[in-house]
């Protein structure tokens, strides 16, 4: 059966059966498919060469990409089963600004490989931009980072499962910023999981430059210990100030037995680290945070022992 098509919307609204039906985004909708069994009925395959509809799809994301306008708040929709390598530096380049990239199917959703070498990235440059809904694999070892942002503030990840594709393939860490300060200010990374026993495994977020705002919420993090014994979620560089972070609801399983377990730095710091449930190894310090910072803590909990439940980090005041 043919499908209705309305490709300029309903600049005043539409109701059908009665329901007020509402536009979900702005801006224009395109599809990508690269996999023959999830073809929809009277699709074609995947190409380049499509216009990007539900029944004409693109091949790659970035060509989605490409023919996004920015700021119009384009959303690319990547079907299950879609799967591509990223083998360089910014083989995916994210540099239009207010795109969101939504992976369809959950776990048996679209993948990215990140391989060929440890340079290999995606490049975030465009402004509030989310990618969400993609497994994302490691295939080479020790890869720099994950999401390589250079001025993409208010990028959102989420929905994202991050893993090593095999022993001695991982990545170092996830999320770099440049050295810019407040560049990329905005962060979000929400629901997401990193999955890694390699003990080249770095920190999820290395920050180069101050940052502003910083959402970190219920994510999972089950890593190696770095035998530098770095934190599971944030390294901010020396010098640089971390303000208006928000750490909650997060499960980390790292057995670090040195040093602050989810963010360092020695600069100016502030905002909210709360329910969050730490397993480690640092039987001595027990410290969430680099001491002396302006966070305020409430109902984290940790532990070094087996078989036993973790207890108030750091503890109550009184």
Known sequence: MSQSNYPNGFPNGVIIRGVPLQQAQPGEVYWVNNSATAIAKGAVGGSDGNSGTYTKPFSTIQKAIDTCVAGRGDTIMVMPGHAESISSAGALTIDKNKVAIVGLGGQGGPSLTLDTANTASIVVSGSGCTVKGFNILGAFADIATCFDLQGGSYFNMEDLNIVGATTNQNFVDIVTTSTTDYAESGLRVANCNWKDSDTGTGTFCAFNGSIDTFDFVDNYINIGVNTSDLPAIAAV?????????????????????????????????????????????????????????????FNNYATAANDASGFLLPAADS
């Open 237 to 297: 560089a020396s010098g640089k100030l971390a303000t208006r972070i928000n750490v909650t609801g997060n499960s980390v399983w790292r057995l670090n037995d040195d040093n602050p377990l989810l963010i360092t730095g020695d600069g100016t710091m502030n905002g909210i680290v709360a329910d969050n449930f730490v397993r480690h190894a640092d039987t001595a310090g027990e410290v969430l945070v680099t001491a002396g910072k302006s966070i305020g803590y």
